[in-house]
């Protein structure tokens, strides 16, 4: 199973890019790198998800070096709406997959 | 589609009760998966099941067991509830096969809320 580690919080104000970046230096081949937004109260809800190189969607990036031993999450023009844990998770199928702690995003106006 | 859905909402058991979580989806999703959320920590798998009369245990497995009898049904069984079991229950699903392998995305349900006293 892949450990993944990320910062336990981080700040910002409304409009401003963030990037959450994830350490998983023991991701195997066949590992997909998925990207989880959780609200209080509520179950988490996907955000992205990559293999390499980058990924880009309607809500999010993700970005992937070569070595793939790590990906960074960027939010554009962040919202106090945007408030919300969010979690980084590798592996190939859910069951290989681990929650950890993961980045609790405060958006201050 | 109402998506994956769980219930209830909210239960408090005294030590000793049991009880039974119910999760419905209606994607036909083969995958399915129980996690518990403990305040301020990530989910933890509880059980999770590939397709029909197929489970498997996760990380915290002791004190719950599981059947999937059918692909839309994931029920959460509790035998003797004990303090320790005082959690946010979440039912999540997904549809994996041979060309999506590795591209597991989950969908979860609102969660149940549950005290034991």
């Known amino acids: 199973l892949a450990k993944t580690t990320q910062p336990i919080s981080m700040d910002s104000y409304e409009g401003q890019e963030v990037n959450i970046t994830c350490s998983h230096n023991n991701i195997a081949t066949n590992d997909y790198i998925t990207w989880y937004q959780q609200f209080p109260s509520q179950g988490p809800r996907f955000i992205i998800q990559?293999?390499?190189t980058k990924v880009t969607n309607e809500v999010a990036s993700l970005f992937i070096p070569a070595d793939r031993k790590s990906s960074t999450l960027s939010l554009p023009r962040v919202s106090l709406s945007d408030t919300a844990v969010y979690y980084c998770?590798?592996?190939?199928?859910?069951?290989?997959?681990?929650f950890g702690a993961g980045t609790r995003l405060t958006v201050k106006p | 589609n109402a998506g994956v859905t769980q219930t209830p909402k909210f239960r408090i058991l005294k030590i000793g009760q049991s009880m039974t979580l119910q999760c419905a989806q209606d994607m036909n999703h083969n995958y399915m998966y129980w996690y518990r959320q403990d305040p301020g920590m990530g989910l933890k798998l509880i059980y999770y099941?590939?397709?029909?009369?197929?489970?498997d245990k996760g990380e915290v497995p002791n004190g719950y067991n599981v059947s999937r009898s059918t692909t839309e049904d994931f029920p959460l069984r509790l035998e003797l509830a004990a303090p320790s079991q005082t959690s946010v229950y979440f039912c999540a699903s997904s549809y994996l096969s041979d060309s999506r392998v590795g591209r597991d995305t989950q969908y979860f349900g609102p969660g149940t809320r549950l005290t034991v006293l």
């Open positions: 990559g293999y390499k």
């Open positions: 998770l590798v592996g190939d199928k859910g069951n290989d997959m681990r």
């Open positions: 099941s590939v397709g029909a009369g197929i489970t």
